[in-house]
């Protein structure tokens, strides 16, 4: 009788037309988004998938337990390797599959921060972290900063050299104020760039910088001495420069492989050719980062979530209740449901906001909070399901919770994030004149 009922079998009772039009096969839901992307992506999905499995999945825990056990700029070339750390542009300078950026310039980024940071978001942040480095560069739109900088860059990594790039712009004294409109405009920049002749001296500090420690490139913002976070310009700095010095890793609760590292600034000369884009438009260049890689940081959480999920759903196959597997009980199936769902919007939100083909500020904000909330959520339901295993080091889960905590952190604070989605639309839908007054 229920056999019957099953819409496998009902189907069966239709015509060859009501049979086409009913889709009840029973292929993962993985597979079936695979195939709404057009063709170089899938291949670039199941690339993304593959590499992460392989290379960072068996790793993971260990990464996290101790991350000095794993080299990351081994990591990083074999990820170079498989071409994945030079994917802004297609050849002859990076190694983008040029149709794959035909609809959106960050689509293929967020299938590739999904499938790493499903595997493992430290691993995953580590080898990211290079691409929001190199981002200034290609953003600025400087002719200077892409042919003649990330051409280096992308050579040298095509060479095999762990040419890693990080992103600078926080300060001790300017996380949010250097991501938001109102902070910036009353907050006191601290990294200062003086103007001499052929170049600038530049002194300062940078704190939580990502791959702060394995970095040779460090795209850098800093305000002209005696002005605000209005004249904020970038520069591309290299470890080698005299007066350039790493300070403290910190020691972090999630996201652990990935180092978060104090760069330190003593009267470094910084030679004109290294400025990217004019003088004063870093505040621009920063902003327009943050519209292309908060879509990104949903995508980190979305992977997150999916990890924990899968280990869960795992767990509840593999453990048993009264001699019944857990995933038979319908409390169980009904939390499971409920985490797949949120999963599902997640995904959705990221690659809708993926379609606009020229990032923009309201819609990565939307898709950086809400992802990052929900990970968080399914983390926490994946725990609740597991409980005592959930709380054990050895399954992951607590590890994802842990992870998952930091997407709503950087990129903004998801408190900032909110405020940029107010933001970006206020003229248009929300008509405050005076806001910025
Ligand atoms: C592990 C890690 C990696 C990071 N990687 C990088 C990196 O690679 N490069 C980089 O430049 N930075 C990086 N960051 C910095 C990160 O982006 C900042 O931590 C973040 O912007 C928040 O800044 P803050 O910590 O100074 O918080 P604060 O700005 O001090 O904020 C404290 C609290 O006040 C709230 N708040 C502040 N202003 C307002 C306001 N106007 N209205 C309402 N609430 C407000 C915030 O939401 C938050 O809750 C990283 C941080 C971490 C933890």
């Known amino acids: 009788m229920i056999k019957d009922l099953s819409p496998n079998e009902a189907r069966k009772r239709l015509g060859s037309i009501g049979r086409l039009l009913y889709d009840t096969r029973a292929i993962t839901l993985w597979e079936r988004d695979t195939k709404l992307l057009p063709w170089p992506l899938r291949r670039l999905r199941r690339r993304y998938r593959d590499f992460a499995q392989r290379e960072l999945e068996p790793i993971s825990l260990k990464a996290d337990a101790d991350p000095q056990s794993v080299d990351i700029k081994e990591l990083f070339l074999k990820a170079a390797r498989e071409g994945f750390q030079t994917e ?24 590739k921060a999904e499938e790493f940071c499903a595997a493992c978001a430290g691993l995953g942040l580590a080898l990211l972290a290079h691409d929001l480095g190199i981002a200034p560069l290609f953003i600025s739109g400087d002719p200077k900063a892409i042919l003649k900088w990330m051409k280096k860059i992308y050579d040298e990594i095509k060479a095999g050299e762990a040419s890693i790039a990080a992103f600078a712009i926080t300060e001790p ?4 104020d250097a991501e938001d409109t109102v902070g910036a405009a009353y907050a006191k920049a601290g990294c200062k760039a003086k103007k001499v002749p052929g170049g600038w001296r530049i002194s300062g500090r940078k704190v939580f910088i990502s791959n702060g420690r394995v970095a040779k490139w460090v795209t850098l913002f800093a305000a002209i001495e005696g002005e605000g976070f209005e004249s904020w310009t970038c520069f591309l700095l290299d470890k080698s420069m005299e007066g350039f010095s790493v300070g403290r890793s910190e020691k972090k609760m999630g996201q652990k492989a990935a180092d978060a590292t104090e760069l330190i600034l003593e009267d470094i000369f910084v030679p004109d050719d290294r400025v990217i884009g004019p003088v004063r ?25 999916r990890g924990a999920f899968e280990r869960a759903l795992r767990f509840c196959h593999e453990a048993k209740l009264n001699n019944k597997p857990l995933v038979s009980y319908q409390e169980v199936q009904l939390e499971l449901a ?14 809708h906001s993926m379609r606009y083909r020229i990032p923009f500020q309201t819609a990565g904000s939307i898709a950086k909070v809400f992802c990052s909330d929900m990970a968080w959520d399914v983390c926490n ?8 295993h959930g709380f054990l080091h050895c399954h992951g889960v607590e590890k994802a919770a842990r992870d998952a905590r930091l997407t709503q952190i950087y990129e903004g604070t998801n408190q900032i994030n909110r405020l940029a989605i107010i933001e970006g639309q206020l003229n248009a839908e929300f008509h405050i004149p005076d806001f910025y007054e």
């Open 173 to 176: 004294n300017a996380g949010s």
């Open 381 to 388: 339901q994946a725990m609740a399901l597991m409980e005592d």
């Open 338 to 351: 409920d985490m797949l769902l949120k999963l599902f919007a997640m995904r959705a939100t990221v690659w």
């Open 281 to 305: 438009g870093g505040w621009a260049i920063n902003r327009n980062v943050l519209n292309y890689s908060r879509p990104v940081v949903g995508a980190i959480a979305l992977g997150i979530a």
């Open 88 to 111: 802004f542009l297609p050849p002859p300078i990076g190694t983008a599959n040029p149709l794959a950026l035909l609809k959106s310039f960050t689509m293929h980024f967020a299938l």
